[in-house]
């Protein structure tokens, strides 16, 4: 789960990333590929001046309001013209969490609408004041994540169609850390959230345990291939550290190139330096949040692993294959530059935790975590293709619309749906590095997980989400979907972006067989998986927000399909036709948030 904290960033900062959207749109436009110019950092900065003060001279539609201040923490460009800025805001100087916005404007810096999450006044009462101190709010959080609790701040809490006045605190345990808010009124515990995403639900690892399921992973194929190191030419001089090719000999999908550092001569570090300093580093089974407490994998062999968990590295090379395939997909596909898009390093830590059996995107540490299993139901580290793809996607979610869920359960099970769609589109992405990779040891297929060895041979699928036994994933959207835990629900707009690339009824791609139904028994002609895909990545970027549901996904994807293809398009007919065929239509939009 994302930690739902609201960031101090300077406009200086969201003016640097204004490449987010203009390079972004080189693959969602109708022409892929195509190179953008950058625009300048004055240009950007006006953009940032024009939409705030287009967001307080609209305050009817936006909804901001004397004392609020607006934080920008992205400008996105687009080839055809329009802008958005995406602001987070504060009131009277407290964070206002669920008060995030998207103001759009067009070419001439003219506002033409606002995406909000918050649809009611985001102030609490004039008379409203604290009747807790921080101190006994700390406690309170404490006893509720049962943990030790950081120093609590104030905040408006304006999530669910609220506006409270709350404390916000962190309280860390040894497993990690949660995000818990508390009524600076009545006390009472408003959320309790992880701060981690977990791959695997509690509700399932229990599941799965309990049943005595053993999951038998398939893995690759650990001969080497030709793929030499790097050495410096005797005689020559070398500049170190430079960028080496390496070899990794991986659990699950073989032996596969890595770029890796040449530290000095015959010295080698797992850091890429052709992709901002991306690594990979060894836990040893702490349960740390910092990266920088695990230990670097160096040797004096390019050789990383052997293809089996005798050798600790092993792992690490599924893990750095998994991310630079993941970092690749998002720059060559939408010309995003790292997870947040400003150009850092992915992190890595392998052999996470004592005997866990899951893998996590943690914002705390901003890296991955991977446990080795449990050694019972997961006997191989989670480090698998497609987990790296949907874990670091939450990631892109952590820097975009910050999806949360509704509410979390005691066990630390998620619901709701912005957290479902947040899972949803994990699943998308994931799925799409796997399609990126092309890696012959692992089949690119819109099955999430199928390489854990698991019986009903994957976790998720997007193509019939209901198929998946062991969560109770759904395919179709129904008012109960609020009260659904997050990874079933997911298979709501797994299915909508399923039909929407490939269509309904049977399929066979890459030698796995697929047969998607349709709630309507309607029949869908997929428009593509490169076109499905650049919609989602537009709808997430521009039009989504931290409380957007499964209805407002599909308005969201309905106006990134106007934008990138026209409102009378075959691609835009075919967004509305997808989500009617998993029962998401206007006129079934819930009249009030629960």
């Not at 808010?181 to 509700?203: E, W, Y």
């Not at 001969?223 to 080496?244: E, N, Y």
């Not at 999908?253 to 300093?277: C, F, I």
Request: charged fraction near 20%; charge should be positive; glycine fraction near 10%.
């Amino acid at each position: 789960m994302r930690k739902p904290h609201i960031r101090s960033v300077a406009v200086a900062v969201a003016v640097a990333t204004a490449a987010t959207g203009l390079a972004g749109t080189a693959f969602a436009g109708p022409t892929t590929g195509e190179a953008r110019s950058v625009a300048s950092v004055t240009d950007s900065a006006a953009v940032v001046t024009a939409a705030r003060t287009a967001a307080f001279a609209h305050a009817s539609a936006t909804g901001v309001s004397t004392g609020d201040e607006l934080r920008a923490q992205d400008v996105m460009l687009d080839p055809e013209g329009a802008r958005h800025v995406r602001f987070e805001r504060t009131h009277n100087g407290m964070p206002v969490l669920g008060g995030d916005l998207v103001v759009h404007l067009d070419h001439k810096l003219a506002y033409t609408g606002v995406t909000r999450a918050a649809g009611q006044t985001v102030k609490p009462a004039a008379a409203t004041k604290a009747k807790l101190t921080a101190g006994q709010a700390a406690a309170k959080a404490a006893r509720a994540a049962k943990g030790e609790a950081g120093t609590a701040q104030l905040v408006v809490d304006a999530r669910d169609g609220a506006s409270a006045l709350a404390y916000q605190v962190t309280v860390t345990d040894q497993d990690g850390t949660n995000t818990v808010v508390v009524d600076a009124v009545t006390g009472k515990v408003r959320s309790n959230t992880p701060d981690s995403d977990q791959f695997l639900s509690p509700k399932l690892v229990k599941a799965l345990q309990k049943s005595g399921v053993t999951a038998t992973p398939s893995t690759g194929d650990a001969r080497a291939a030709a793929l030499g190191r790097v050495d410096a030419p005797t005689g020559a001089k070398t500049a170190f550290p430079s960028a080496a090719n390496g070899t990794g000999k991986t659990l699950y999908v073989g032996s596969v190139g890595l770029t890796t550092t040449q530290t000095s001569r015959g010295h080698y570090q797992l850091a890429d330096p052709s992709r901002y300093g991306t690594e990979v580093r060894d836990a040893k089974g702490k349960s740390t949040e910092s990266f920088n407490a695990g230990t670097k994998f160096t040797g004096t062999s390019n050789v990383w692993g052997n293809g089996a968990t005798s050798n600790r590295a092993s792992a690490a090379a599924d893990a750095q294959y998994g991310i630079t395939k993941t970092l690749d997909f998002y720059k060559k596909t939408f010309g995003r530059k790292g997870i947040a898009d400003n150009s850092k390093a992915a992190h890595g830590l392998v052999h996470w935790g004592n005997k866990v059996a899951n893998a996590f995107w943690d914002p705390t540490c901003n890296c991955m975590l991977y446990g080795d299993g449990d050694g019972q139901t997961f006997k191989k580290p989670l480090v698998v293709l497609d987990v790296t793809g949907h874990e670091l996607t939450h990631g892109v979610v952590d820097s975009t619309a910050k999806l949360e869920p509704t509410y979390v359960d005691e066990d630390g099970n998620q619901y709701g749906e912005p957290g479902a769609l947040n899972e949803s589109l994990a699943d998308i992405f994931g799925s799409n590095v796997e399609f990126y990779a092309n890696n012959k040891q692992d089949t690119p297929d819109y099955l999430i997980g199928e390489k854990l060895g698991l019986a009903q041979k994957f976790l998720r699928r997007l193509d019939h989400p209901s198929l998946d036994k062991l969560e109770g994933t759904i395919d179709y959207w129904t008012p109960d979907t609020y009260y659904t835990e997050v990874h079933a629900g997911s298979g709501v707009s797994s299915h909508a972006y399923y039909l929407l690339a490939e269509g309904s009824g049977k399929k066979t791609i890459n030698g796995v067989a697929y047969n998607s139904p349709t709630y309507n028994k309607s029949t869908v002609k997929g428009i593509s998986r490169t076109k499905a895909t650049a919609i989602f990545y537009r709808a997430l970027t521009r039009y989504m927000v931290s409380t957007t549901d499964f209805h407002g996904a599909r308005l969201a994807t309905l106006q990134a399909a106007k934008d990138l293809y026209g409102a009378n398009s075959t691609e835009y007919k075919t967004v509305n036709q997808a989500w009617a065929a998993v029962n998401v239509t206007a006129a079934n939009t819930p009249a009030a948030k629960h």
